[in-house]
């Protein structure tokens, strides 16, 4: 998908994927909950007088990431993501998702997209793969940066490498590499809150 800068002016179009310089960047760590030691027995012996403890409320754990970030690599035009959804997770948007999702980015829906559907992302948001929602919300989030140009144009593909395992590919140019990540991790983090409601 190429997408002009919403409220500036710009052609979309396609770009050819060149080779760079691969430089692995370490997915952020997830944060793992620790186990909850259980409750001390009571000190106060049998048959006494001393309160008993209060129960104790049950530990909450966060839910799974719905998408794990396995591998980013930046190009010297791109970056280059290994996407995982979780066991389970759905593989596709639905009218709920998409509607929280314009809710949030409202230049979403005028993204140019070639799909079967149409020549925007709106013919397809309601049901298309959740990374190749990723992509798109990538290139909303760059677009928004005041690092990036007012020309910019950026280009995005999504392909499955393995959908039954939830595995696929990721690439979207950039004009700022450091403007990218912060994009893909911000975007990440709103589908991993927003996709689980």
Excluded: K
């Excluded at 995982?84 to 998702?97: E, I, V």
């Excluded at 005028?110 to 290139?139: K, Q, W, Y």
Aim: with cysteine; proline share 12%; charged share 20%.
């Amino acid at each position: 998908a190429a997408v002009p800068a919403p409220p500036r002016s710009g052609a979309a179009g396609s770009a050819p994927a060149s080779a760079g310089s691969d430089s692995p960047v370490a997915p952020a760590p997830v944060a793992a909950a620790a186990p909850v030691p259980p409750a001390p027995a009571s000190a106060a012996p049998a048959g006494s007088d001393a309160a008993a403890p209060a129960p104790s409320a049950p530990a909450v754990f966060p839910s799974p990431a719905l998408l794990v970030l396995e591998r980013i690599a930046v190009r010297a035009d791109r970056i280059s993501v290994l996407v995982r959804l979780a066991p389970g997770a759905p593989r596709r948007t639905d009218a709920a998702l998409a509607a929280r999702v314009v809710a949030a980015f409202p230049d979403l829906p005028r993204h140019a997209c070639v799909n079967d559907r149409g020549s925007t992302f709106s013919a397809v948001m309601n049901d298309t793969p959740l990374p190749h929602l990723l992509e798109h919300l990538v290139i909303s989030l760059m677009l928004r940066d005041d690092a990036t140009p007012a020309h910019a144009v950026h280009v995005g593909t999504t392909e499955w490498l393995n959908e039954a395992e939830g595995l696929a590919r990721v690439e979207v140019t950039y004009t700022d590499d450091l403007v990218a990540l912060r994009a893909l991790r911000d975007a990440t983090a709103f589908l991993n809150d927003e996709g689980r409601e």
